[in-house]
């Protein structure tokens, strides 16, 4: 038997993730909120985070993008892959990572799918937001998280519930970004928050105070216009030191 695609061809998901500039967009949202949650101290823990944090979300997004573009079998075994790499770090921690840390991780990855699209594009169906969730929530139950939403409208009310309990703004937080900025230098690190700030649900902007986003609304509008003109690439690649660059652009292969 020939072995079935883990998301079908024509997906809004693989539409998402087959896209650069939404890619982009969904790692600078996660980068975010990762900051803020309750949880973030697991990642700490490695060491990997604060020596190389852009790169280690990443990681997460590549992960992410293979899994979509993956058969069935092979999205399984990275999502076991990943399962076990959790399991290590539990292990050398002699503690487990709490479901909930896990589940927050994919909302964000549901969350942060449709937020860009709807940033980059236009208003996604529910049929599509459906497709969306139920790609991601395979990914959850592959993994054997618990508590997870049932439905779309039920991942809608466990995620507001999520980023209202689960958000802080710590020590973490302002080490994160700290090392952010350093990464990407001052204009680069300026330019990141300003799409944090349109991407973001409100909750989060609460917290890091990355205000409207208005500074970027002409940015953005040209942006989109060169979408269509093929010279987006231009202004993505402004927006990324060049380590960072050859890692978005391995995405594509």
Do not use: C
């Not at 309750?38 to 990681?59: C, E, H, I, N, Q």
């Amino acid at each position: 038997m020939a072995n079935t695609d883990f998301v079908k061809s024509g997906s809004i998901v693989r539409k998402i993730w087959g896209d650069l500039d939404m890619i982009f967009f969904i790692f600078a949202g996660a980068a975010a909120e990762f900051s803020l949650n309750k949880a973030v101290d697991w990642l700490y823990f490695t060491g990997k985070l604060p020596s190389d944090p852009l790169g280690r979300l990443f990681s997460t997004v590549a992960y992410a993008r293979k899994i979509v573009f993956s058969s069935e079998e092979d999205a399984h075994l990275a999502i076991d892959q990943i399962a076990a790499i959790h399991k290590q770090v539990e292990l050398k921690r002699a503690t487990q990572i709490p479901d909930w840390a896990f589940r927050d991780v994919l909302f964000m990855l549901i969350g942060y799918s449709m937020r860009a699209f709807e940033v980059l594009e236009r208003k996604l169906t529910t049929e599509e937001k459906e497709e969306i969730f139920v790609t991601f929530q395979r990914v959850g139950q592959r993994m054997q998280i618990s508590g997870l939403p049932a439905t779309l409208v039920e991942w809608e009310v466990m995620h507001q519930a999520q980023l209202s309990q689960n958000l802080v703004y710590s020590k973490f937080s302002a080490n994160l970004f700290v090392q952010y900025k350093k990464n990407l230098g001052p204009l680069r690190y300026q330019l990141m928050r300003h799409i944090q700030a349109i991407v973001v649900p409100k909750q989060v902007n609460f917290w890091l105070k990355l205000g409207s986003g208005k500074q970027i609304a002409p940015i953005l509008a040209i942006y989109k216009l060169t979408r269509s003109l093929n010279f987006n690439a231009y202004l993505r690649n402004l927006l990324l030191p060049l380590q960072y660059k050859s890692q978005l652009l391995a995405l594509a292969g």
